[in-house]
């Protein structure tokens, strides 16, 4: 601020400070009745009740020009100051009595129609939203009020008056434009939820003023006892210098809007009750034609008004349930559900007890990204149903955003919560039909409970995240928060991010375990097993890092890097002259994605090893994923001459159906039937049938996980093709393992070179012609495993 225009502020607070004390002199001397004993007093008075309004007008021009902002608004309402001054004006000085109306009124007629305007723009300018209602609400109070002053008015005057009509008539105008003008007001401390900025204030009691000397002088005059002076005039100049203050308060900045309170019904409300009031009264007593229209007027408007008013909140409740709602599926969102969340911990006085379920779709990203997002949407929305029919009514279920669902089960402890989550679980277990596509959908949940776990919802919320987390880490499907977690999964966010920013950069390393053939104790194929140097905690192992890279779709490009090495390091034994086979485990959306096997075509052909040489390996839940689509890919892999295993065998959806259907060539029986072998009578029975099934079917069958000997030796017993484990071998890093492989392969090496064997260096090599030849050979079961 300028000193200049500092100067000029106090200036103008020192004017209102004269002008205010110059109403006090005026107030005082009026109704002490000082003027009449003293002429000077009189003339001074005279002179001062004159000079209010001009002086007033004169700070709302000063208003207009200085300051920016609702310019217009103080420029309208100075000029009908300075209009009202120049009628009074006119009264004292030239007219000097009362009589029929005159250019006086012209003056303060003006007065009214400016305050009129002036008061609406000002509502338009500080009301955002200036409402049709705020209009009706002025009509209403408008109307309201005509009907109980032409009421009134009718019972005042009577039949004779000693005041002609037509002054009467004006008389009365001026009350009713008083009280108009203070509806609208009124209706400004409605819209601000009654807490008006102080503005209103001063025009309010401004107006009241106005009101009440002018109808007491209307009454005044009905009787014939009208004289000037005295306490009504005092009240007039109050009521103008008021002005002088509102247009000098501080323009609020921020202009909040207040359209939903039940107060902004406040005016048409009475004055609608006042007019059915005077329409009742009709009925008894006589009253004017004009009252009786001017009460239904009243009346119909207000009805029209409080439709508006309806369709406003509703539409205010449609908008309001728009955004709590998640428009895919219709439920809850992320705020209709902490709105609950924060109702549901006050309530009961803090006796409050609700758990909360968190539960988020595995491998949901997955399906998304190969199969579109239509595909995704459709699934969320009948996971959504599905989860909905495990709750009760009183339970809120919310998608919290992506493939998060969110569950608010009053008055559950975490018993009763985990038989919830089962059910959830159950509810989610049948196959999902999408676009003619057949899904397993798997999900993980975690529970937090309140207030156990958590007094602040957000904070509780963010708990059962955590176990949600920890529950799909360690594949439990249904964790609760334990405290001391979130460091835990902290970590794991942080590994993440960093395995994002690994990948193609040198990070992962391959370890390889060997597949022994039973039969002649060697070896000629591995399982290339994924670890990770992470930059800051070292090697990490697959169960360290896969389930989350799993969940964030991180799985397609890892699988192609593996791939890669597993492929280069494949290249290096057969250029040693070792023909090892390698096996790579695929993940879910490999299989979905079409793309796949040229991409891995390509890396064969770059990479120069023959097809024969590598094994894919998927376990049975990623199979059962979409069959079709599956079908398809292994079908183009498999024509490429790659060999498909399917993993785990036994801890999925074991069906023999798929065995048949899908284009596999061996079963890795999984070990937690083969490290039982010695001493669980039922699981040896079932490694000895799944080996004679995968037989009948022409598969070869790979028993994991033989620590023993004796599990070694049953396995042979059994028929079984290929062992892999422990007991045969750890995976261990390629240059660890070469040795070992030379070392097991020796006399399959010798037997076929004749006597004493013969070098590595010396052994066959692959030539490109071979490779060519492997890959146009298809694959089938039962033949030469390499
Ligand atoms: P898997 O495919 O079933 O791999 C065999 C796992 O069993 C390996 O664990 C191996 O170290 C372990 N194992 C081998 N012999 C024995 C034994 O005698 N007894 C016992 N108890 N365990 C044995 P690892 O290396 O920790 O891998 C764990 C899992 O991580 C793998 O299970 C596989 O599902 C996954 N995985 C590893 N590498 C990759 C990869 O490159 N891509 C994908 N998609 N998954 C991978
Ligand atoms: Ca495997
Ligand atoms: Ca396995």
């Given at each position: 601020?300028?000193?200049?225009?500092?100067?000029?502020?106090?200036?103008?607070?020192?004017?209102?400070?004269?002008?205010?004390?110059?109403?006090?002199?005026?107030?005082?001397?009026?109704?002490?009745?000082?003027?009449?004993?003293?002429?000077?007093?009189?003339?001074?008075?005279?002179?001062?009740?004159?000079?209010?309004?001009?002086?007033?007008?004169?700070?709302?021009?000063?208003?207009?020009?200085?300051?920016?902002?609702?310019?217009?608004?103080?420029?309208?309402?100075?000029?009908?100051?300075?209009?009202?001054?120049?009628?009074?004006?006119?009264?004292?000085?030239?007219?000097?009595?009362?009589?029929?109306?005159?250019?006086?009124?012209?003056?303060?007629?003006?007065?009214?129609?400016?305050?009129?305007?002036?008061?609406?723009?000002?509502?338009?300018?500080?009301?955002?939203?200036?409402?049709?209602?705020?209009?009706?609400d002025?009509?209403v109070g408008g109307l309201g009020v005509?009907a109980l002053?032409?009421?009134?008015?009718?019972?005042?005057?009577?039949?004779?008056?000693?005041?002609?009509?037509?002054?009467?008539?004006?008389?009365?105008?001026?009350?009713?434009?008083?009280?108009?003008?203070?509806v609208?007001?009124?209706?400004?401390?409605?819209?601000?939820?009654?807490?008006?900025?102080?503005?209103?204030?001063?025009?309010?009691?401004?107006?009241?003023?106005?009101?009440?000397?002018?109808?007491?002088?209307?009454?005044?005059?009905?009787?014939?006892?009208?004289?000037?002076?005295?306490?009504?005039?005092?009240?007039?100049?109050?009521?103008?210098?008021?002005?002088?203050?509102?247009?000098?308060?501080?323009?609020?900045?921020?202009?909040?809007?207040?359209?939903?309170?039940?107060?902004?019904?406040f005016i048409p409300v009475f004055f609608a009750v006042s007019a059915l009031?005077?329409?009742?009264?009709?009925?008894?007593?006589?009253?004017?034609?004009?009252?009786?229209?001017?009460a239904?007027?009243t009346v119909?408007t207000a009805?029209?008004?409080?439709?508006?008013?309806?369709?406003?909140?509703?539409?205010?409740?449609?908008?309001?349930?728009?955004?709590?709602?998640?428009?895919?599926?219709?439920?809850?969102?992320?705020?209709?559900?902490?709105?609950?969340?924060?109702?549901?911990?006050?309530?009961?006085?803090?006796?409050?007890?609700?758990?909360?379920?968190?539960?988020?779709?595995?491998?949901?990203?997955?399906?998304?990204?190969?199969?579109?997002?239509?595909?995704?949407?459709?699934?969320?929305?009948?996971?959504?149903?599905?989860?909905?029919?495990?709750?009760?009514?009183?339970?809120?279920?919310?998608?919290?955003?992506?493939?998060?669902?969110?569950?608010?089960?009053?008055?559950?402890?975490?018993?009763?919560?985990?038989?919830?989550?089962?059910?959830?679980?159950?509810?989610?277990?049948?196959?999902?039909?999408?676009?003619?596509?057949?899904?397993?959908?798997?999900?993980?949940?975690?529970?937090?409970?309140?207030?156990?776990?958590?007094?602040?919802?957000?904070?509780?919320?963010?708990?059962?995240?955590?176990?949600?987390?920890?529950?799909?880490?360690?594949?439990?499907?249904?964790?609760?928060?334990?405290?001391?977690?979130?460091?835990?999964?902290?970590?794991?966010?942080?590994?993440?991010?960093?395995?994002?920013?690994?990948?193609?950069?040198?990070?992962?390393?391959?370890?390889?375990?060997?597949?022994?053939?039973?039969?002649?104790?060697?070896?000629?194929?591995?399982?290339?097993?994924?670890?990770?140097?992470?930059?800051?905690?070292?090697?990490?192992?697959?169960?360290?890092?896969?389930?989350?890279?799993?969940?964030?779709?991180?799985?397609?490009?890892?699988?192609?890097?593996?791939?890669?090495?597993?492929?280069?390091?494949?290249?290096?034994?057969?250029?040693?002259?070792?023909?090892?086979?390698?096996?790579?485990?695929?993940?879910?959306?490999?299989?979905?994605?079409?793309?796949?096997?040229?991409?891995?075509?390509?890396?064969?052909?770059?990479?120069?090893?023959?097809?024969?040489?590598?094994?894919?390996?998927?376990?049975?839940?990623?199979?059962?994923?979409?069959?079709?689509?599956?079908?398809?890919?292994?079908?183009?892999?498999?024509?490429?001459?790659?060999?498909?295993?399917?993993?785990?065998?036994?801890?999925?959806?074991?069906?023999?159906?798929?065995?048949?259907?899908?284009?596999?060539?061996?079963?890795?029986?999984?070990?937690?039937?083969?490290?039982?072998?010695?001493?669980?009578?039922?699981?040896?029975?079932?490694?000895?049938?799944?080996?004679?099934?995968?037989?009948?079917?022409?598969?070869?069958?790979?028993?994991?996980?033989?620590?023993?000997?004796?599990?070694?030796?049953?396995?042979?017993?059994?028929?079984?093709?290929?062992?892999?484990?422990?007991?045969?071998?750890?995976?261990?890093?390629?240059?660890?393992?070469?040795?070992?492989?030379?070392?097991?392969?020796?006399?399959?090496?010798?037997?076929?070179?004749?006597?004493?064997?013969?070098?590595?260096?010396?052994?066959?090599?692959?030539?490109?012609?071979?490779?060519?030849?492997?890959?146009?050979?298809?694959?089938?079961?039962?033949?030469?495993?390499?």
């Open positions: 601020m300028s000193v200049h225009t500092a100067r000029r502020l106090r200036l103008i607070g020192a004017g209102r400070v004269v002008l205010l004390m110059a109403a006090v002199f005026f107030a005082v001397t009026t109704l002490v009745g000082l003027r009449d004993v003293s002429s000077v007093v009189n003339q001074v008075d005279r002179w001062l009740g004159n000079s209010f309004s001009v002086a007033a007008g004169g700070f709302c021009m000063l208003r207009a020009i200085l300051v920016r902002g609702e310019r217009l608004a103080w420029a309208v309402l100075g000029s009908g100051l300075l209009s009202y001054g120049a009628g009074s004006i006119y009264f004292t000085e030239i007219m000097k009595h009362v009589g029929a109306p005159s250019p006086a009124d012209i003056g303060w007629l003006v007065f009214y129609v400016a305050t009129c305007v002036s008061v609406i723009l000002l509502l338009r300018g500080r009301v955002i939203r200036f409402h049709p209602s705020v209009w009706l002025a009509l005509a002053a032409s009421g009134l008015a009718a019972a005042v005057i009577g039949v004779d008056n000693p005041v002609g009509l037509s002054v009467l008539g004006l008389n009365i105008a001026y009350p009713l434009a008083d009280l108009m003008l203070l609208l007001v009124a209706s400004a401390f409605g819209l601000r939820g009654w807490h008006p900025e102080k503005a209103w204030w001063l025009l309010g009691v401004s107006l009241a003023g106005f009101a009440v000397a002018d109808t007491i002088v209307t009454g005044a005059m009905a009787s014939g006892t009208y004289a000037p002076g005295g306490p009504v005039e005092a009240l007039w100049g109050l009521a103008l210098v008021l002005p002088a203050y509102a247009a000098w308060q501080r323009t609020p900045r921020e202009m909040s809007e207040r359209v939903a309170g039940w107060e902004v019904l009031t005077l329409l009742v009264l009709g009925a008894f007593i006589r009253l004017p034609p004009l009252t009786v229209v001017l239904a007027g119909l009805i029209v008004r409080a439709g508006i008013t309806f369709t406003e909140v509703r539409q205010l409740a449609d908008s309001k349930m728009q955004a709590r709602t998640d428009e895919l599926t219709g439920f809850a969102n992320r705020r209709g559900f902490f709105e609950r969340l924060n109702e549901e911990e006050t309530r009961g006085g803090g006796a409050a007890r609700f758990t909360l379920l968190v539960l988020d779709l595995d491998r949901f990203k997955e399906i998304n990204d190969s199969l579109g997002h239509q595909v995704g949407d459709d699934l969320l929305k009948l996971v959504g149903r599905r989860i909905e029919t495990a709750l009760r009514p009183t339970d809120l279920l919310a998608r919290l955003g992506g493939d998060e669902f969110a569950v608010l089960l009053q008055d559950a402890d975490a018993t009763a919560a985990r038989t919830v989550a089962e059910r959830v679980l159950a509810a989610l277990d049948g196959p999902f039909d999408v676009d003619g596509v057949s899904f397993h959908v798997d999900a993980s949940i975690g529970v937090a409970v309140y207030p156990d776990h958590a007094v602040a919802g957000n904070v509780l919320l963010q708990r059962a995240d955590i176990a949600m987390y920890a529950a799909k880490a360690a594949r439990t499907r249904i964790e609760h928060y334990r405290p001391g977690a979130d460091l835990h999964i902290l970590d794991r966010l942080d590994v993440i991010e960093t395995l994002r920013a690994g990948l193609g950069q040198d990070q992962l390393r391959l370890h390889y375990q060997m597949k022994v053939d039973l039969r002649t104790g060697s070896c000629h194929a591995v399982e290339a097993l994924v670890r990770w140097e992470h930059p800051t905690r070292g090697l990490l192992q697959p169960n360290e890092f896969l389930p989350m890279a799993e969940h964030t779709g991180l799985m397609r490009t890892l699988t192609l890097e593996v791939l890669g090495l597993a492929l280069d390091q494949c290249r290096q034994w057969w250029d040693a002259g070792l023909q090892i086979g390698v096996a790579v485990n695929l993940s879910a959306p490999n299989l979905l994605d079409k793309g796949f096997p040229a991409e891995v075509g390509e890396l064969l052909t770059t990479k120069g090893v023959p097809p024969r040489a590598l094994e894919l390996e998927i376990t049975e839940t990623a199979l059962m994923l979409d069959r079709i689509r599956t079908a398809a890919v292994l079908g183009s892999l498999r024509e490429m001459g790659v060999r498909i295993a399917v993993d785990d065998y036994g801890t999925g959806y074991s069906s023999l159906a798929y065995l048949r259907e899908l284009p596999v060539d061996v079963l890795k029986l999984d070990k937690s039937f083969v490290i039982h072998l010695d001493s669980d009578p039922l699981s040896a029975a079932i490694v000895q049938s799944t080996v004679g099934l995968a037989h009948s079917l022409a598969l070869r069958i790979v028993a994991e996980g033989v620590e023993t000997e004796t599990a070694m030796g049953r396995l042979a017993d059994y028929g079984c093709d290929f062992a892999q484990g422990f007991y045969l071998g750890a995976p261990q890093p390629a240059d660890k393992l070469t040795p070992l492989l030379w070392h097991r392969n020796r006399r399959a090496y010798s037997s076929s070179s004749g006597e004493g064997g013969c070098p590595p260096s010396r052994l066959e090599r692959v030539t490109a012609a071979d490779l060519m030849a492997d890959r146009a050979e298809p694959a089938r079961a039962g033949r030469p495993w390499i």
